[in-house]
């Protein structure tokens, strides 16, 4: 069954993209259509998060900001922290827990579930990203992105059969998580996903770098027509 509500589409960037490079990303990404079919969210790195604004803002664009991290702590003396009073009106959303964090930079679930309750204090919706379903989930998250440390950036996704399963477990814990996947997710196979009853959208990092690839994967996750078709050529 495909699912009703429009699916969530998170753009990763991860550590890349100046600020030149961001403003050249919105000047080459297509938009027709795409707030028809998508919810779309991009994380831009913090350097970069204020002119992702500004050009979303000039070109009137259907997307919506998230961070990529957020402290464990409020404002103060926390040298190098970005909290969550920083992030406020700047991003809707944030990721919190990505695999990459976890891993590199030790986050345990005792700093995550921190992390989560400075977002929620100042009205960021976390996007809490999990390795497998045996991860602890903090009770105030919404949103939950399943994300196999084996598809993450290697080419080699999860199947949609098996990441469907892991959302049918997240979701027994609460049936009103939306539920998303995120590994090696490219335009071809998005929609394969997407058309699991449980998965309510997708996570793309590697395939949110290039605008006119982010397109083509929203397009056909949100079975919009083809850009050129419904462009003015002036
Ligand atoms: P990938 O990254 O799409 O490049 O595999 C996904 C992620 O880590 O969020």
Known sequence: MI???KPLIVGNWKSNKTIAETEDWFRRFQHPGIELGAEIILCPAFTALERAKICIERRQLPIKLAAQDISPYPSGAY???ISGE?????VSFVLIGHSERRIRFKETDFILKEKVLQAKQVGIEPIYCIPDEHTKIPEQVNIVAFEPISAIGTGQPD?????DAIAVEIKKRSPDIRCIYGGSIKPDNVVSFLHKEHIDGVLPGGASLDPLTFYELIKNAAGIPEAKAI???F
């Open 79 to 81: 040298t190098g922290e």
């Open 231 to 233: 462009t003015s050529p």
């Open 159 to 163: 199947t949609p059969e098996h990441a």
């Open 86 to 90: 920083l992030l406020k009106g700047l």
């Open 3 to 5: 699912t009703m509500i």
